[in-house]
Nanobody, 123 residues
Framework: QVQLVESGGGLVQTGGSLRLSCAMS????????IAWFRQAPGKQREFVAG????????YSGDSVKARFTISRDNAKNTVNLQMNSLEPEDTAVYYC????????????????WGQGTQVAVSS
């Protein structure tokens, strides 16, 4: 059974950085399109960034472009999200998600989810 586990969340000041990791078990990460989503209290789940399984192409949401970078390490079966220049608006629970279908920005297209990791940015 495929499982995803996120780590690396925490509390950081405005302008700081965090690195989130998503580890997969029960499957081979290189066979999945992986994406990060986030959800703040009272808001819908929002697409953050994704990376494709075949060519490693990266794509990201407008609100984080140029600040967040997604990468994958197939040897370690992990996907990372480097978050720089963090802002209070980035405060949310961050989720890693996987799909064997075509890449997508929509949560409903992802079958596999981690439990989430909390990121809090203080002003």
């Amino acid at each position: 059974q495929v499982q995803l586990v996120e780590s690396g969340g925490g509390l950081v000041q405005t302008g700081g950085s965090l690195r989130l990791s998503c580890a997969m078990s029960g499957g081979t990460l290189s066979s999945f399109n992986i994406a990060w989503f986030r959800q703040a209290p009272g808001k819908q789940r929002e697409f953050v960034a994704g990376i494709t399984w075949d060519d490693g192409k990266r794509y990201s949401g407008d609100s984080v472009k140029a600040r967040f970078t997604i990468s994958r390490d197939n040897a370690k079966n992990t996907v990372n999200l480097q978050m720089n220049s963090l802002e209070p608006e980035d405060t949310a629970v961050y989720y890693c998600a996987g799909t064997t279908q075509y890449r997508s920005n929509y949560p409903s297209h992802y079958a596999y989810w981690g439990q989430g990791t909390q990121v809090a940015v203080s002003s």
